[in-house]
């Protein structure tokens, strides 16, 4: 079936540092939206993107939709301790966008 | 009230029994899902419930049984469970039953079968 490979697996950044993550597919993709799980929570929407080359931010998150429709990456500015969690990316395909594809995820450590 | 809430949220139970997870959300939503999330793998649709219809059943076994009542509530009946079953429930809602990809979650129950 359809996967989603998200890169990288983990990270462990020093406060302040900003992060890239990333996430491909091998098929087009509708939309893109980036989740954050923090322990014992269930995952929190970021950002959701529709537009093949939209960029979008919220606060210190930024994200984008390639233009190929084919990957999306969410950068973070100046982490903080907060920032701690697993960010998982999520896509929408062809005719069925009622499923959703997730990523297996990046767990991010923040050394404050 | 917070968005979406679960009950229990910690769960244990034998193969033999007979238990029920809950979901409640106070946003007004017209559609309803329940994921299961293991180790490892990725968050895994078991079904989906639009204005209290089901609408999406993913090959889940039967031994998983569904109930939508209303448009803010939903059940997750479970018995016999296998140990592999164990996992981390989530529930979430959304403005309808399209799949935008917009979710609510709520905090998940955490099930072990024994």
């Known amino acids: 079936g359809q996967q989603l490979n998200q890169s990288p697996q983990s990270m462990f950044i020093q406060e302040g540092e900003d992060v890239s993550m990333n996430c491909t597919s091998s098929s087009i993709f509708n939309t893109w939206l980036w989740y954050k799980q923090d322990p014992g929570e269930g995952p929190v929407l970021l950002i959701a993107l529709y537009k093949a080359g939209e960029l979008t931010s919220n606060g210190r998150l930024t994200a984008q939709f390639g233009i190929t429709r084919k990957d999306s990456f969410l950068n973070i500015s100046a982490s903080i301790p907060s920032d701690v969690g697993i960010y998982f990316c999520?896509?929408?395909?062809?005719?069925?966008?009622?499923?959703?594809?997730w990523g297996l995820g990046t767990s991010l450590a923040v050394n404050p | 009230e917070t968005g979406v809430t679960q009950t229990p949220r910690h769960l244990v139970m034998g193969m033999t029994n007979k238990k029920s997870l809950k979901c409640e959300q106070h946003l007004g939503h017209n559609a309803m899902y329940w994921y299961k999330q293991s180790a490892k793998k990725p968050l895994e649709l078991m079904f989906v419930y639009s204005l209290e219809e089901r609408v999406e059943n993913n090959s889940v076994p039967s031994r998983f049984s569904p109930e939508c009542p209303n448009s803010s509530h939903l059940f997750l009946h479970l018995h016999t469970l296998q140990p592999e079953d164990s996992a981390l429930y989530l529930c979430?809602?959304?403005?309808?039953?399209?799949?935008?990809?917009?979710?609510?979650f709520g905090e998940g129950s955490r099930l072990t079968v024994l």
């Open positions: 979430a809602s959304s403005q309808d039953g399209r799949g935008t990809g917009e979710l609510f």
């Open positions: 999520a896509g929408t395909f062809g005719g069925n966008n009622r499923k959703l594809i």
